[in-house]
């Protein structure tokens, strides 16, 4: 890749070029992302290990963990090194891992929380057909189409000759400033590019608020405490939905005007909102929370029993 372009690193400005910033900046998202990692880790974790929590909706919510570990993962530790870095350089093809890497899992997350929803459908709506119908190849399907999404973004840029400059004024390797630095004409693919952005985000997330709206009107013949913890449990999933595509939409309508906000809607729903996700799931989850519990209490005494045996000895 890249053997016929001029370029072969790239040079990212990052989110600030003040010194002190830039400090602020490492210790603040270096919290954001371990707290990112033992989060979701820990949900991972807990339903792995628990034998209560192994219906199809515990499932999905353990492979969105561990796709938010992973997309942040793919961002995090290189925008945290930069932070401290005079040159934040980047090579050709570690920049297109990057872009093929983060929306490959960005991806697979928009299919894998279209699953949920539909998920969240079938268990009360269908209830007798749930096993049935939530199955493990739902979530090969959100991964064949992460995957093909993010092949496909790949192959608009490789094919793009990038004669120079060489700078991103960006802290990550993304579509539109990979755009921005081509020496040949883009509109082509800038229009394909918002057609998936700016068009396909606001379907998804139309059509995924129509799904939880339909919802309540299936809880009528339930009684009240199974109403009031399927919704508990819609509800946390439209937070997630809404703090995932809310931002998305707005980054990519508003990039056409160029607003000069797109760093900062990047850095909420890259950084920000798969930090958010754990919290939002655990708190509003009370089956959840007695797990972990459970789980905190009994690893709290093995330590301790191991302790004694150790003071002992």
């Known amino acids: 890749m890249g053997g016929a372009n001029n370029v072969t690193e790239f040079i990212l400005l990052g989110l ?30 807990t339903i792995a290990t628990s034998q209560t929590l192994s219906s199809p909706m515990y499932v999905f919510l353990s492979c969105l963990s561990f796709l938010d570990s992973c997309y942040s993962s793919s961002i995090g530790p290189k925008m945290i090194i930069d932070s401290l870095s005079d040159r934040k350089m980047i090579s050709f093809n ?21 699953v949920m929803a539909y998920d969240r ?21 959100s991964w064949i189409g992460g995957f093909i999404h993010s092949l496909v973004q790949l192959l608009f840029i490789v094919s793009l000759p990038f004669c120079g400059p060489n700078v991103i004024d960006h802290f990550i390797c993304d579509m539109y400033p990979l755009l921005e630095l ?11 590019v918002v057609a998936n952005g700016a068009v396909m985000c606001p379907i998804f997330f139309l059509l995924l608020l129509i799904s939880y709206g339909v919802i309540p009107h299936s809880l009528k013949t339930q009684s009240l405490e199974g109403q009031q913890k399927a919704l508990s449990t819609c509800i946390s999933h439209i937070t997630v939905v809404v703090f995932f595509f809310i931002p998305c939409i707005f980054m990519y309508v508003m990039h056409v005007c160029t607003f000069p906000l797109d760093k900062s809607l990047t850095v909420f729903y890259t950084i920000i909102t798969p930090m958010l996700k754990p919290l939002i799931y655990t708190l509003r989850n009370t089956e959840m929370k007695n797990v972990m519990r459970k789980l905190w209490n ?3 005494m093995s330590s301790c029993k191991v302790m004694d045996v150790l003071v002992k000895q």
């Open 182 to 192: 081509s020496c040949t004409d883009t509109c082509i693919i800038c229009i394909l």
């Open 94 to 114: 570690a920049c297109m891992t990057q872009l093929f890497v983060e929306h490959l899992f960005a991806g697979a997350e928009i299919i894998l929380l279209i």
């Open 298 to 300: 009994r690893n709290v």
């Open 16 to 45: 600030t070029q003040n010194p002190k910033m830039q400090k602020i900046f490492f210790v603040l998202f270096l919290l954001i992302y371990l707290l990112t990692l033992v989060g979701n880790l820990l949900i991972v974790i």
């Open 121 to 141: 459908y079938v268990a009360i709506c269908k209830p007798l057909h749930y096993l049935t119908i939530m199955n493990s190849v739902l979530l090969l399907a």
